[in-house]
């Protein structure tokens, strides 16, 4: 699971991390950034790659009610079965772009209680995470992270890690043209090589 993620940076870095064409939002950095936020996210529209703020908490086109957040996270081993995602990772992928994210690993000899880390890449620059987005409602229009298996020292905090897009993959990634599901998983399945540091916080 990925609950909270940092955002240090502005609009002037991701234009020099990111391919993008457009850009329809302002940007102030966030240390930590929390569910039901908006948040930056990159989506390819006419062969566009457009900057803009989604709601994380998706909320798929067909519910009938909003319960709570949303959908904050999509496991990458269901999204071609669950309703909720079948669509989107069809047709509605994402960027969702961070800096860093937490993860909490529970200590059993001290009462369970939680100790929080920071996840980096090891440069700290910008990246993306693989997401999904919907439109429920016609004006709220929400985003979801994409999670895996943990690899690397993320492992040995979480057993969950959110899928880190290479930056090679961006563009089939966003590409609402690209519906092969093989395809798209192996961009996800390719993120694991990322590897991050990481702090206690």
């Keep these: 699971m990925c609950g909270r993620f940092s955002l240090n940076i502005n609009l002037e870095q991701i234009q020099q991390h990111?391919?993008?064409?457009?850009i329809t939002c302002e940007l102030e950095p966030r240390s930590e950034v929390f569910p039901s936020q908006q948040v930056p996210t990159i989506i390819m529209h006419e062969s566009q790659m457009r900057l803009g703020l989604l709601t994380w908490g998706l909320i798929p086109s067909w519910a009938k009610e909003k319960k709570g957040t949303g959908h904050i996270n999509a496991r990458m081993e269901t999204l071609d079965h669950?309703?909720?995602f079948r669509e989107p990772f069809k047709k509605r992928r994402c960027l969702i772009i961070a800096d860093g994210f937490y993860e909490w690993k529970a200590?059993?000899?001290?009462?369970?209680s939680k100790t929080r880390y920071y996840f980096?890449?090891?440069?700290?620059?910008p990246?993306?995470?693989a997401g999904l987005w919907d439109t429920?409602?016609?004006?709220?229009?929400?985003c979801t992270i994409i999670t895996r298996d943990a690899v690397g020292r993320v492992r040995?905090?979480?057993?969950?890690?959110?899928?880190?897009?290479?930056?090679?993959?961006?563009?089939?990634?966003?590409?609402?043209?690209?519906?092969d599901g093989q395809d798209r998983t192996e961009l996800l399945l390719n993120s694991c090589e990322v590897q991050f540091h990481p702090g206690y916080i």
């Design 82 to 84: 669950k309703p909720s």
């Design 120 to 125: 980096q890449l090891p440069s700290k620059e």
């Design 107 to 112: 200590d059993p000899e001290n009462g369970n």
């Design 136 to 142: 429920w409602q016609k004006d709220y229009h929400g």
């Design 127 to 129: 990246f993306a995470f």
């Design 18 to 22: 990111f391919p993008v064409d457009v």
């Design 156 to 179: 040995d905090v979480h057993d969950r890690m959110p899928c880190v897009l290479k930056a090679e993959a961006y563009r089939a990634w966003l590409d609402p043209a690209n519906q």
